[in-house]
């Protein structure tokens, strides 16, 4: 049973340029949900998906975006990059109504701005 | 606002010695879980154990224990006899009832790393 899988495994991109990660769930999960986790710090909610839709969004700017497609997998979108935006960015996938299950986690996406 | 506080930043004990995590949680609501989690080197977020608002019954799972109490806002976890490989960050997060979707959105605290030493 294959979990969480996330592509690519690291990425290096340049300030302005714009980006995008992928996201596939745990099999039977049906929301995906984003974070960021800048290094030394803890994980940070960017959004959640479900049903194709942006349920809940943390404090993010709008440069973040992101879908989910019919199959539940997800991308998360990263436009005018910023030095800042350097980080390990994590995929969760849960199930919709589990409100007592944990998210699973990736491996995650280390990207890294020159 | 939810905030969750995870004061020591660097622990080190030597092999089998236990060791306890704080963790110190603020929320309003009355309905959130409270999580652990492991991160080891390959970046992966581990779940450990979880605890609903409800239920303040400490249990032990194997090594792991924790102590949830609800006067203090507090939720700590312990690792009974350390091993080696037990060397990881350790994030305590917390979760409110969202909506119907039940996919909460977690808020984590800035980790504690942990060392065993051989």
Redesign the interface.
Same mark, same amino acid.
């Given at each position: 049973d294959a979990g969480v899988t996330q592509s690519p495994t690291h990425l290096i991109k340049t300030r302005g340029q714009q980006v995008t990660l992928r996201c596939s769930p745990k099999s039977g999960h049906d929301?995906v949900?984003w974070?960021q986790q800048a290094l030394?710090? *803890?994980?940070?909610?960017i959004f #959640?998906y479900?049903e194709e839709e942006e $349920?809940?969004r943390?404090n993010f700017p709008d440069r973040f975006s992101g879908h989910q497609f019919p199959n539940y997998s997800s991308e998360l979108n990263v436009n005018a990059l910023l030095l800042g935006d350097s980080a390990?960015y994590?995929c969760?996938s849960?199930?919709? *109504?589990?409100?007592?299950?944990? #998210?699973?986690?990736?491996?995650?996406t $280390?990207l890294s701005i020159l | 606002a939810q905030k969750?506080t995870q004061a020591q930043t660097e622990i080190s004990v030597v092999e089998k010695e236990d060791v306890t995590l704080d963790c110190v949680y603020e929320t309003r609501d009355t309905t959130y879980?409270l999580?652990w989690?492991k991160q080891p080197p390959?970046?992966?977020?581990?779940?450990l154990i979880?605890r609903?608002s409800f239920d303040e019954q400490n249990e032990i799972s194997g090594r792991y224990s924790w102590n949830f109490q609800k006067s203090t806002s507090s939720f700590n976890f312990t690792i009974t006899a350390s091993q080696v490989v037990d060397s990881a960050v350790y994030?305590c997060?917390l979760s409110e009832?969202?909506?119907?979707?039940?996919?909460?959105?977690?808020?984590?605290?800035?980790?504690t790393r942990l060392t065993v030493i051989p």
């Open positions: 929301t949900s974070y030394g710090q *803890g994980p940070q909610f #959640q479900y $349920r809940q943390g390990l994590l969760a849960g199930k919709a *109504g589990g409100l007592d299950q944990p #998210q699973h986690f990736g491996d995650g $280390r | 969750v879980y999580f989690y390959s970046g992966e977020l581990v779940f979880r609903n994030f997060a009832y969202l909506d119907q979707t039940g996919a909460n959105n977690l808020f984590f605290g800035t980790g």
